[in-house]
T-cell receptor, first 113, second 115 residues
Framework: AQSVTQLGSHVSVSEGALVLLRCNYS??????LFWYVQYPNQGLQLLLKYTSAATLVKGINGFEAEFKKSETSFHLTKPSAHMSDAAEYFC???????????FGTGTSLTVIP | EPEVTQTPSHQVTQMGQEVILRCVPI?????FYWYRQILGQKVEFLVSFYNNEISEKSEIFDDQFSVERPDGSNFTLKIRSTKLEDSAMYFC?????????????FGSGTQLSVL
């Protein structure tokens, strides 16, 4: 069975500050891990994914995430928040069939000017 | 970038009515999915579809739900007799090919409101 837990349903940061969105996963098999972003009135867009290659994954818009097996974590970071980063962020896990993606409950990011 | 298109963006229906949510996946994609998100809750897997048949479905996807790819371009989700608890945002997604790490492309969703 697979699942993800996102700690913090709402995160607020000041513009220019570090963004840290937390995700912990549970998987009985080597997981594939993803971060998706949802802007208002839009669908889910892939930010980045981990598929058993490099543990530090760089994505679009300056985001990156590090897979830490010992901590079963896949936290999303960005060194300097921008106003346009305000959105809902979802962590997801799938097994290697890719047939099902299990999403977290999402974290709403607010960027304060 | 190619897009998955969903129509309508918002559908209102009476309890007990049938609804059909429509999706046009990306044209060369082979795997199709429906997910839903009840307000304030996580995005939940409903069903996956490949080679004109359901490959996997969740417990949510009971006999009231069905999917179809009627014409090679559309991918529809039908709810035969809607219930209040079916109110949610429904997302269609598709992915390419046989690599299991191919990313999902999501549509912008259909907000279903059951009154």
């Amino acid at each position: 069975a697979q699942s993800v837990t996102q700690l913090g349903s709402h995160v607020s940061v000041s513009e220019g500050a570090l963004v840290l969105l937390r995700c912990n996963y549970s998987s009985s098999v080597p997981p594939y891990l993803f971060w998706y972003v949802q802007y208002p009135n839009q669908g889910l867009q892939l930010l980045l994914k981990y598929t058993s290659a490099a543990t530090l994954v760089k994505g679009i818009n300056g985001f990156e995430a590090e897979f830490k097996k010992s901590e079963t974590s896949f936290h999303l970071t960005k060194p300097s928040a921008h106003m346009s980063d305000a959105a809902e962020y979802f962590c997801a896990v799938s097994d290697q069939t890719g047939n099902q993606f299990y999403f977290g409950t999402g974290t709403s990011l607010t960027v304060i000017p | 970038e190619p897009e998955v298109t969903q129509t309508p963006s918002h559908q209102v229906t009476q309890m007990g009515q049938e609804v059909i949510l429509r999706c046009v996946p990306i044209s060369n994609h082979l795997y199709f999915y429906w997910y839903r998100q009840i307000l304030g809750q996580k995005v939940e897997f409903l069903v996956s579809f490949y080679n004109n048949e359901i490959s996997e479905k969740s417990e949510i996807f009971d006999d009231q739900f069905s999917v179809e790819r009627p014409d090679g371009s559309n991918f529809t989700l039908k709810i035969r007799s809607t219930k209040l608890e079916d109110s949610a945002m429904y997302f269609c997604a598709s992915r390419d090919g046989h690599l299991t790490n191919e990313k999902l492309f999501f549509g912008s969703g259909t907000q279903l409101s059951v009154l």
